[in-house]
């Protein structure tokens, strides 16, 4: 990511961050899962096409579950986070 110009934020290491003028993306990896947002759709997808030059990629779409999290846009774009407790029984 780095070579793309990507840096590794301080705060934490499996987050990269692209900023210009115009542009910010945001790249969370965990494991073998990305996340990637930005303020600009099709930078999403230029930068998946590039990535997948180098690396054997799976694209699955918008952003439903992440660690347990289940993750919702609404009608305006919000995204809203849940986590459903559940309990284990024997």
């Known amino acids: 990511l780095k070579c793309f110009g990507f840096k590794q ?8 961050i ?5 542009l910010t993306i945001y ?3 965990y494991v073998d899962d990305i996340i990637i947002t930005t303020n600009f759709k099709l ?3 230029y930068l998946i ?6 690396f054997s990629l799976k694209d699955l779409g918008p952003l439903h579950y992440f660690l347990g999290i289940q993750v919702q846009r609404d009608i305006d ?3 809203h986070l849940s986590k459903k ?6």
């Open 18 to 22: 692209f900023q210009n003028t115009n």
């Open 43 to 45: 930078a999403i997808d």
């Open 77 to 79: 774009g919000n995204l």
């Open 27 to 29: 790249i969370l990896i």
């Open 49 to 54: 096409s590039k990535l997948k030059t180098r």
């Open 85 to 90: 407790n559940t309990l284990l029984t024997s």
């Open 9 to 16: 934020a301080k705060c934490d290491t499996s987050l990269f």
